[in-house]
Each structure stands twice: as C-alpha cells, then as structure tokens.
C-alpha cells in the first residue's frame, strides 16, 4: 500500500503561481510514476501532468504545457507541482496519485486516471480574476 498526501493548495490571483506538494509513504519503491489530475465543480477529472520514478519523462495536458512544470525528489518520495501564469480555469481540486503499474517510457496510460491505484484527498486550488 502507498499512501500519499497533497499540500499547498490555496487562493491565488490570476496571472500568479502556486506549488503544490505531494508527499508518498509506505510501499514507495515500487512506484513507477505519480500524477496530479484535477476535478472543477461539475466537471470530470481530468489529467494535469505525470512523472515517471525511474525517468525523468514527463507528461502534461495540453493547457498546462508551457505553465506547469512537475517535478520529483525520489530521497524525499515528493511530487511538486510548481504552476505559473494561473487562470481563473484552473480551479478545481487537484489530487495527487500513484502508480506501480509499469508500462514503456512514453505510454499514455500514464495519463490514464485508471491507471492510478492509490489517491490523495485533494487540495483546494482557487484562482480568482
């Protein structure tokens, strides 16, 4: 079992940045990727970015490119989520999860929301205009 907790989520003003941690513990070593995903009021979850463990691959949804950046600190067993350029769009819940499901570098099951077996509770991302 992998249990994994978010934090730094908040009220920000559009244009500003948040970062947003992700913190996993127990059965660490066999993570093979973690992921943010967010929900909105109304809305389906939908993919925000994912980072390979034992890469440095990377994926993002396509409104996050360029804005988002993901990151990982493998001794700490930390996802960050550093977001820049923040829109009022990008409020929603944001939850952290993790894998140990092993697919090819570069499969798109990493940004699959049912690939993931183990989720956070979310955090709260606000961006007001």
């Known amino acids: 079992q992998v249990q994994v907790v978010e934090s730094g989520g908040g009220l920000v003003q559009a244009g500003g940045s948040l970062r947003l941690s992700c913190a996993a513990s127990?059965?660490?070593?066999?993570?093979?990727?973690m992921a943010w995903f967010r929900q909105a009021p109304g809305q389906e979850r939908e993919f925000v970015a994912a980072i390979l463990w034992s890469s440095t691959y990377t994926y993002y949804g396509d409104s996050m490119k360029g804005r988002f950046t993901i990151s990982r600190d493998n001794a700490k067993n930390t996802m960050y989520l550093q977001m820049s350029r923040l829109r009022p769009e990008d409020t929603a819940v944001y939850y952290c999860?993790?894998?140990?499901?092993?697919?090819?570098?570069?499969?798109?099951?990493?940004?699959?929301?049912?690939?993931?077996?183990?989720w956070g509770q979310g955090t709260q991302v606000s961006v007001s205009s």
């Open positions: 999860a993790d894998t140990t499901r092993a697919y090819y570098v570069g499969s798109v099951a990493y940004t699959r929301e049912n690939t993931y077996e183990y």
């Open positions: 127990g059965r660490t070593f066999s993570t093979t990727a």
